[in-house]
């Protein structure tokens, strides 16, 4: 079913090097498209191999023109770095929601610098916007495997922009391996089936 939406939505995905940002990124724009939606994404990143920094911009709407995100326009950051998400927290409007992933990736400039990594990112973060943290001992019955988490803020991202749980499962089939589907799916519906989180945040119907 297609949504009831008239303006763009714009979703920013930040992560580094192998936390799977990209993936994430072309399975929210197959959902959106099977929903009905024009959608265009943009992809920036530096040394994946070296953990560097990596992030799409997602676009969709009835009509879309431009694939890049200008700065205080996103609805929607999924994170999973957290110094990252500060990074790119200035794309975001303000009061839209972070959903950010408990994990702490020192990059590079830090580890030759040898300063400190920030402790304060989630409280500088809720200063503008609402942010829902994921944290692991919060998650039962995963298999340890890092990206496991990211798709289940995936899964929460989708239910809150109102798709289908159905559309996001097909996604995942069509572009994830054969090897990981069903984790991923697995993932994706714990993500989707949460619900406390929206509570937490004070979402209203439309936000």
Not at 20 to 49: D, P
Request: positive net charge; contains cysteine; glycine residues 10%.
């Amino acid at each position: 079913m297609r949504q009831n939406i008239i303006n763009t939505k714009n979703i920013i995905i930040a992560g580094v090097g192998g936390q799977g940002v990209i993936f994430a990124g072309r399975l929210l724009g197959s959902i959106a498209m099977s929903a009905g939606f024009q959608v265009k994404t943009s992809e920036i990143h530096g040394m994946s191999q070296q953990g560097g920094s990596v992030i799409t911009h997602i676009r969709y709407g009835h009509q879309v023109f431009s694939p890049v995100i200008e700065n205080g326009q996103a609805d929607l950051m999924i994170a999973f770095e957290e110094l990252e998400a500060l990074r790119y927290s200035c794309y975001m409007k303000k009061g839209g929601i972070v959903l950010l992933n408990n994990c702490q990736i020192k990059p590079l400039s830090i580890k030759q610098s040898n300063e400190e990594y920030p402790t304060d990112i989630t409280e500088r973060l809720r200063e503008k916007y609402r942010v829902y943290q994921l944290k692991k001992p919060d998650l039962s019955e995963q298999s340890g495997q890092e990206k496991i988490y990211n798709v289940i803020l995936l899964g929460m991202a989708v239910n809150y922009l109102g798709f289908s749980k159905e559309n996001g499962l097909k996604a995942i089939d069509e572009i994830a391996s054969k090897e990981i589907a069903a984790l991923d799916k697995k993932a994706f519906i714990q993500g989707y089936e949460m619900t406390d989180w929206k509570s937490k945040l004070k979402l209203r119907n439309g936000d």
